[in-house]
């Protein structure tokens, strides 16, 4: 059960675009298509932007899109907004009623 | 509304014990499973454990296995971990999260546990 792997920060200009990775194994990642990302502000509790690697729920902005390729998976972040900096966390289903998350990433929007 | 509301966090010293709850309202509690996740002071999310819906599958991470117990009661809508032989790494904000396709959909808003002497 060994967290997966996120780079520790990122940051864009509003406007651009980001990509945010989330590295596993094939024992999680790249064995089930059930990456979900999650979006958390300070003090707030995480709110779910993308489950199933690429679907979003009821009410997320389509400037939110996730992808996998292998064990990695991605998040990726259109036209950035002020509001979209937070820290972000990929979560994997790994097997025998087990879930593993990414250690998160800092989001600044410049 | 759909919502999730957890209650029992405190302080406690290494060693002890604390229940934690979590109780819903506004969906079918007995149609999903539901998880316990954990974000120690400015860290990040740690999954903890899992139920299905009928309480008999269940989950949980390496590093609480054979400490913490999950459980529900579906008459109640309530959730709950039980939490033993506590460690000051126990230290987090503990949230209960209703589960959507392997991922979680609704969360609470955190209770606090603080293992400290």
């Known amino acids: 059960q060994s967290a997966l792997t996120q780079p520790a920060s990122v940051s864009g200009s509003p406007g651009q675009s980001i990509t945010i990775s989330c590295t596993g194994t094939?024992?999680?990642?790249?064995?089930?298509?059930?990456v979900s990302w999650y979006q958390q502000h300070p003090g707030k509790a995480p709110k779910l932007m993308i489950y199933?690697?690429?679907k979003r729920p009821s009410g997320v902005s389509n400037r939110f899109s996730g992808s996998k390729s292998g064990n990695t998976a991605s998040l990726t972040i259109s036209g950035l907004q002020a509001e979209d900096e937070a820290d972000y966390y990929c979560?994997?289903?790994?097997?025998?009623?087990?879930?593993?998350f990414g250690g998160g990433t800092k989001l600044t929007v410049l | 509304e759909v919502q999730l509301v957890e209650s029992g966090g405190g302080l406690v010293q290494p060693g002890g014990s604390l229940r934690l709850s979590c109780a819903a309202s506004?969906?079918?509690?007995?149609?999903?499973?539901l998880h316990w996740v954990r974000q120690a002071p400015g860290k990040g999310l740690v999954w903890v454990s899992s139920?299905?819906?009928?309480?008999?599958?269940?989950g949980y991470a390496d590093s609480v296995k054979g400490r913490f117990t999950i459980s529900r009661d579906n008459a109640k809508n309530t959730l709950y971990l039980q939490m033993n032989s506590l460690r000051a790494e126990d230290t987090a904000v503990y949230y209960c999260?209703?589960?959507?396709?392997?991922?979680?959909?609704?969360w609470g808003q955190g209770t606090t546990v603080t293992v400290s002497s």
């Open positions: 979560c994997s289903f790994a097997g025998s009623s087990t879930w593993v």
């Open positions: 094939s024992s999680d990642v790249g064995n089930y298509n059930l």
């Open positions: 506004g969906f079918t509690f007995s149609r999903y499973w």
């Open positions: 199933e690697g690429s």
């Open positions: 139920i299905n819906s009928d309480g008999r599958t269940t």
């Open positions: 999260a209703r589960d959507y396709s392997n991922s979680m959909d609704v």
